[in-house]
């Protein structure tokens, strides 16, 4: 097989795994939003909103830590194993005290139990995920972990449909992790001996706490936002802001674990070779905001018409918030690739502290202002953190890869200037469609968005698709 085929093969199932999940997540999500009250969902949320976060910090903490090493014994891998699943299950226990004292409703308790099993489920896996992936075994990897999440959309369906209401959205988690760690443990089985090497992992975790801090730092301002809209507007508010939110974070998600699980290893391996990293990260970043960018920006576009096709009236409060997130999203997308570089250079504290500062101020703002503005302080939120974030990773790219900033920023405007003409050109399209059917509306604003994308990126740069042949095939 070539090397253009090989690397296509890798790429396909890798986002074959996520946009898969992605997938089945949305076909239950709509049955959520069909059968649930924002009450109901914004209480699954709530419920799952600690224990998803900490279940990304571990995993974070092995793919900026673990993942880089040249070689990994059994010993790692049994003081990996072992570490995680006590410190998850420690950690559990403490969330579920936490909704013991706060909770009084009964259901809300046992529903607060199942969602805490999903912690140590998910962690005990992360060693047989590392050395799949460092095999570029991305396939065997994909239909494991889709069969999980088949089971835990069937489970969560059915309990939505039967009025169980919270309790379908923390069970689909849970029974996702359970059968996904099942199949996983018994198909991939090594070696894990009960060794722990405090010191071994004492520098595992030195190295991978920055980055972890980083790719959770997002993850920081989402769940903080969702305590901080409990507190002050109520749960209903919590299903409304979560709505919109999963919109945009299902696929968001999907692409960012993809695209990280495949760059990590590839800018490792080129950096362990003595290969130089600048070139391939702009050409990196300039191809995936080729196709990541319009998306988020296009679901702002027809985010009205969408809910609208979609969902009855009950979900109308979340199109503002909808729109928002979906175009800040879009400019997130900028540094999707430095985490990568800095885990092959091993300098993941560049940063750090400039964006865990900025999420802090984000949810402070948030904190002062939700009282008068109501939800759509999130947006405003949002945007001092993702313009925030975008200046500190800047200057982060600028310390770890030298003479690169004209560069960086000529390969970013291709797909930002071609957003901005896209944008006008449905706003400007549409008034001259009339129709009250909501998917013709999406049609034809899907057309008009494609066409002037297209184009304008074109005559912005007519070498694109010798570059993407290129990059493919080096």
């Known amino acids: 097989m070539s090397l253009l085929k090989t690397r296509l093969s890798r790429l396909f199932w890798v986002f ?4 898969g999940l992605i997938g089945l997540s949305i076909i239950s999500f709509l049955v959520y939003a069909q059968y649930l009250t924002p009450t109901e969902l914004g209480l699954g949320v709530l419920l799952l909103s600690l224990v998803e976060f900490f279940g990304m910090f571990f995993v974070a903490i092995i793919d900026s830590s673990v993942i880089r090493l040249k070689e990994i014994t059994k010993e790692n891998d049994g003081t990996t194993f ?36 999903y912690l140590p489920a998910q962690s005990i896996t992360r060693v047989h995920i590392l050395h799949l992936r460092r095999q570029k075994s991305f396939k065997s990897l994909a239909n494991r972990t889709l069969i999980g999440k088949i089971c835990g959309m069937t489970v ?55 980055g972890s801090l980083k790719m959770t730092n997002l993850n920081l301002f ?29 696929p968001r998600t999907a692409i960012i674990t993809a695209l990280m699980g495949y760059a990590h290893p590839v800018f490792s ?28 920006v296009g679901l702002g576009l027809i985010a009205e018409p969408l809910l609208g096709a979609l969902f009855d009236d009950k979900w109308l409060p979340s199109v503002d918030i909808l729109i928002g997130i979906a175009v800040l999203t879009a400019f997130n ?12 250079t091993g300098q993941n504290r ?64 291709y797909s930002t200037v071609s957003c901005v003409v896209m944008w006008f050109a449905v706003k400007a399209g549409m ?3 009339v129709t009250d059917n909501h998917w013709l509306t999406i049609l034809f604003s899907i057309a008009i968005a494609g066409v002037s994308f297209s184009v304008s990126y074109f005559l912005l740069d007519r070498k694109i698709s010798t570059q993407i042949k290129t990059f493919f095939s080096k």
């Open 16 to 19: 074959f795994e996520k946009f």
């Open 82 to 117: 072992w570490l995680l699943f006590i410190v998850s299950s420690l950690i559990a226990a403490v969330i579920f005290a936490g909704y013991y004292l706060y909770f009084d409703d009964v259901t809300a308790l046992w529903a607060g139990l199942i969602a805490v099993v």
């Open 156 to 210: 969560g369906i059915w309990l939505a449909v039967s009025g169980f209401g919270a309790f379908a959205v923390v069970s689909q988690a849970t029974v996702m992790a359970l059968v996904s760690s099942f199949i996983l443990l018994y198909f991939e089985r090594r070696p894990l001996p009960f060794i722990i090497d405090f010191k071994w992992a004492k520098e595992q975790f030195y190295v991978g706490f920055p």
């Open 222 to 250: 989402s769940k903080g936002t969702i305590f901080i809209i409990e507190s002050f507007l109520g749960t209903a508010a919590v299903g409304f802001y979560n709505f919109a939110n999963r919109l945009v974070e299902l």
């Open 269 to 296: 391996d080129k950096r362990n070779r003595g290969q130089a990293l600048d070139g391939f990260f702009i050409l990196s970043t300039k191809i995936a905001l080729l196709f990541i960018m319009p998306m988020f």
């Open 333 to 344: 997308m900028y540094f999707m690739f430095l985490p990568s570089v800095l885990v092959a």
């Open 350 to 413: 560049l940063g750090l502290k400039g964006q865990v500062t900025i999420s802090v101020i984000a949810l402070a703002y948030l904190v002062l202002t939700i009282n008068d503005q109501g939800l759509i302080a999130v947006i405003y939120a949002l945007a001092i953190r993702v313009f925030g974030v975008i200046a500190v990773n800047f200057y982060a790219m600028n310390k770890v890869l030298s003479n690169i900033k004209m560069s960086f920023l000529k390969s970013c405007t």
């Open 431 to 433: 008034q001259f469609v």
